[in-house]
């Protein structure tokens, strides 16, 4: 098989990747044994800020009604729109649309080890770039006995995205007008590998500490000169998840949340990120107030920002808005 065939079957795995993976679901919520409940809870998330804005729904739920001895199978699927806007020191806007799809499915057995596979699927036409790629985790809770809800786990992942560029178009020909055309590509493959410690010590808070360290196939300069807008690949919208968050080097993140007064959560977090590019760092924080409404409903305001080390830069901020709805 010719080189010009490989790519041409590559593209069409990353493009059907997202319905395969659906179908994979599907498939696999055919077979889980006994009859399926498939609880369901639905989550819409909006970010907002002057050069990005963000839209989130997702989804998620079991696969069956299993007993309390068996594994339980569980879902999940998201859907996101965002935009991002950026401008040159000429005055020149480049505006980009990233649309993602993500699925994935996973397992809990009784003794608390619980396993995902997800799979990502991102396209931001304006720069004809696709990305794609799946990631696994593997993760162990301890519960410890009593009536309060303490608990202590630990997960390690690993993910793979491949960032794709397509050129097409065409040229004159120097002798006479006629054109000819000119394809070509610009890849790059993005690896990351996660270490996450999460606890409950009491009732009232929680806590997750998470590093990320990320490796490429190649310089990432090389593979940035071809994108008229490189704004998505900072945002620090919750929406977007960490296939195209950045071309970092490595990340760190802390998590903590307070529960009061019966509904209430208050959640915080900050994380810093080197960037692999050019050596600066990225600070994120972020928090978000939640009150679980009636039986069902869980609402949520926040907002965060996005702050640069490079000298001149800006701090971004957001407005955040969640809506959850479980069934």
């Known amino acids: 098989m010719g080189t010009g065939a490989l790519k041409s079957k590559n593209r069409k795995i990353w493009r059907y990747g997202p319905c395969l993976f659906s179908a994979l679901i599907v498939t696999f919520a055919i077979f889980v044994p006994s009859p399926c409940a498939w609880p369901l809870g639905l989550t819409f998330?909006?970010?907002?800020?002057?050069?990005?804005?963000?839209?989130?729904?997702?989804?998620?739920?079991?696969?069956?009604?299993?007993?309390?001895?068996?594994?339980?199978y569980n879902w999940n699927g998201l859907i996101t729109k965002s935009t991002t806007?950026?401008?040159?020191?000429?005055?020149?806007?480049?505006?980009?649309?990233?649309?993602?799809?993500?699925?994935?499915?996973?397992?809990?057995?009784?003794?608390?080890?619980?396993?995902?596979?997800?799979?990502?699927?991102?396209?931001?036409?304006?720069?004809?770039?696709?990305?794609?790629?799946?990631?696994?985790?593997?993760?162990?809770t301890y519960k410890w006995a009593g009536e309060r809800p303490a608990?202590?786990?630990?997960?390690?992942?690993?993910?793979?995205?491949?960032?794709?560029?397509?050129?097409?178009?065409?040229?004159?020909?120097?002798?006479?007008?006629?054109?000819?055309?000119v394809v070509g590509s610009n890849q790059i493959k993005q690896t990351v590998t996660s270490f996450t410690i999460r606890g409950r010590p009491f009732p009232w808070i929680s806590a997750k500490v998470s590093w990320s360290k990320y490796s490429y196939s190649k310089d990432i300069n090389s593979f940035l000169q071809f994108l008229d807008n490189q704004t998505f690949l900072n945002s620090s919208s919750s929406g977007l998840?960490?296939?195209?968050?950045?071309?970092?080097?490595?990340?760190?993140?802390?998590?903590?949340?307070?529960?009061?007064?019966?509904?209430?959560?208050?959640?915080?977090?900050?994380?810093?990120?080197?960037?692999?590019?050019?050596?600066?760092?990225?600070?994120?924080?972020?928090?978000?107030?939640?009150?679980?409404?009636?039986?069902?409903?869980?609402?949520?305001?926040?907002?965060?920002?996005?702050?640069?080390?490079?000298?001149?830069s800006d701090a971004n901020r957001y407005a955040d808005l969640s809506l959850g709805y479980n069934f």
Do not use: C, H
Request: hydrophobic content about 30%; overall charge negative.
């Open 241 to 312: 998840s960490n296939t195209i968050n950045g071309f970092y080097e490595d990340s760190v993140k802390i998590a903590f949340s307070f529960y009061f007064l019966t509904r209430f959560e208050l959640y915080v977090s900050s994380a810093n990120s080197k960037v692999a590019s050019d050596g600066s760092s990225v600070a994120l924080k972020k928090f978000m107030l939640y009150y679980d409404l009636l039986e069902s409903w869980k609402v949520g305001l926040g907002a965060e920002s996005s702050l640069s080390s490079v000298p001149g």
């Open 45 to 72: 998330d909006s970010s907002q800020s002057s050069s990005t804005k963000s839209n989130t729904l997702s989804a998620n739920g079991q696969l069956g009604d299993q007993p309390a001895e068996s594994i339980t």
């Open 151 to 181: 608990n202590l786990g630990a997960d390690v992942s690993y993910g793979f995205s491949s960032y794709d560029q397509t050129f097409e178009t065409t040229v004159t020909r120097r002798r006479g007008s006629v054109t000819r055309p």
């Open 85 to 140: 806007t950026s401008t040159d020191s000429s005055g020149n806007t480049a505006l980009d649309t990233t649309t993602e799809l993500g699925a994935g499915v996973g397992l809990e057995t009784s003794n608390l080890i619980y396993s995902n596979l997800d799979y990502s699927y991102s396209s931001i036409p304006e720069e004809n770039l696709k990305v794609a790629g799946p990631a696994m985790s593997l993760g162990y």
